[in-house]
């Protein structure tokens, strides 16, 4: 799905995908790929991708590829109390993102009430 997302992703598709892959746990991540600290990885992403969301909101490709890892940083109910101080950066980026996207949705609201 990255080889369809908007060229303003740049290099960013590959961090995005991986970011999604430790964050699921799954276990077939090359060790080149888990060498930098999940959290920063986390965090480098979002901040990315807030930055891109607030100059223009990605379409909706895009969008579709960094959903999935935007849910799963805010699903703080597999996390501890511990671990949800830790993810509060991260939860306010995904916030932001999130936030800034969500002009798109009304765009796309607003050609179907024309139609």
Known sequence: MSKLTDQR?????IPIGVALLQNLKVAEVPENWTEE???EL????????????EQRPLDLTSFQYCLPLALEILDVAKRTDKE???AEEQITLVLEFLSFQATLCSLYTHHRLIL
């Open 37 to 39: 600290p999940l959290t």
């Open 84 to 86: 949800r101080t830790e």
């Open 42 to 53: 986390n965090l480098r992403v979002l901040y990315r991708l807030r930055f891109l969301s």
């Open 9 to 13: 992703l740049g290099f960013f598709k």
